[in-house]
């Protein structure tokens, strides 16, 4: 479980060395999640203990979640005075999101009913 966890972390190491190195605007675990797909794709498949430490970690995904609960609580009042900009924001990401979503499965469904004539 160590070694596959540290293997994960390699890769986190990885991209953001990445990340600073090239100067990308990407994020650098983002980019460590890209180069440890290609990992598994060429290894087809995680090893055991890497699928074993990746479904602990899920497990307890839920506590990844307690700083930005903390964040929220220590920002609480500036949330507060830029409420509308955020309701506009989560409002307009949604219908954005939504938006594609149903034009991505149209097309995809259309492409199949294509496919089956």
Do not use: C
């Amino acid at each position: 479980m160590i070694a596959a966890f540290a293997l994960l972390l390699a890769f986190q190491l990885a991209g953001e060395t990445l990340r600073v190195a090239l100067h990308l605007p990407v994020p650098g675990p983002v980019l460590g999640m890209a180069l440890l797909l290609m990992y598994l794709i060429a290894r087809r498949g995680p090893s055991e203990p890497l699928r074993s430490t990746a479904g602990t970690l899920l497990q307890n995904l839920s506590l990844m979640f307690v700083p930005a609960g903390t964040g929220v609580m220590l920002h609480a009042g500036r949330l507060v005075d830029e409420a509308g900009p955020i309701a506009v924001a989560l409002v307009a990401s949604t219908l954005l999101g939504l938006a594609a979503t149903g034009l991505t499965l149209h097309l995809l469904t259309r492409r199949r009913t294509g496919d089956a004539q």
